[in-house]
């Protein structure tokens, strides 16, 4: 079946800086997501992509759908404590099966 | 407007139990699928439902079960309960069944399943 590899696993950065991250797959993928969970909570939607290439962004976040379609990144400017959390990539096909990344744990030193 | 719900959000059972989750997905969500999350796999897909049918199912044993009402909310079941049950299950509805465009999902807030 489909896989995500998403990279990296873990990050530890001092408030302030930027976070990037990002998933690959050998599959295609129609649409890409990227959540974010807190502890003991779902995954909240951050950013959702529908095109090859479109470059969408949610105020410090901004993501991008790779032109292959077969990859997506997730980048974070700015950051701050409440960014703390486990951020996940997910990929739609148009079989109808969503498949997700193992997750990035985002550490924020204040 | 309401989000995902899960009840209940946190449950304990034994070995062998059976034991039903609730979903009620967001008003005029009519697709719902359903995700174990445990430390060592991550999201694993169960399966949907869109018009109260089985759309999609992910590789679990048939003690997982799940169905779907007229007015779009779901259930999930998982009989004869094993150790390795214990996990988060979440929810998440869309407008739409995966794979149509309009498929974005929400996710609810997850029940928390122990089995002793």
């Known amino acids: 079946g489909q896989q995500l590899n998403q990279s990296p696993q873990s990050m530890f950065i001092q408030e302030g800086e930027d976070v990037s991250m990002n998933c690959t797959s050998s599959s295609i993928f129609n649409t890409w997501l990227w959540y974010k969970q807190d502890p003991g909570e779902g995954p909240v939607l951050l950013i959702a992509?529908?095109?090859?290439?479109e470059l969408t962004s949610n105020g410090r976040l901004t993501a991008q759908f790779g032109i292959t379609r077969k990859d997506s990144f997730l980048n974070i400017s700015a950051s701050i404590p409440s960014d703390v959390g486990i951020y996940f990539c997910a990929g739609n096909t148009n079989a109808g099966k969503s498949t997700f990344g193992d997750g990035t744990t985002l550490t924020v030193k204040p | 407007k309401a989000g995902v719900t899960q009840t209940p959000r946190y449950l304990i059972k034994t070995r062998g139990q059976q034991v039903t989750l609730s979903c009620s997905p967001i008003s005029g969500h009519r697709s719902v699928s359903w995700y174990q999350q445990t430390p060592g796999q991550g999201l694993q897909f169960l399966f949907e439902?869109?018009?109260?049918?089985?759309?999609n199912k992910g590789n679990f044993p048939g003690r997982f079960s799940g169905r779907q009402f007229s007015n779009s909310r779901s259930e999930m079941n998982v009989s004869t309960l094993e150790l390795g049950d214990s996990a988060l299950y979440l929810c998440?509805?869309?407008?739409?069944?995966?794979?149509?465009?309009?498929?974005?999902?929400?996710f609810g807030p997850g029940t928390r399943l122990t089995v002793l």
């Open positions: 998440a509805s869309s407008l739409e069944p995966s794979g149509r465009g309009m498929d974005t999902q929400y």
């Open positions: 992509l529908y095109k090859a290439g």
């Open positions: 439902y869109f018009s109260e049918t089985q759309r």
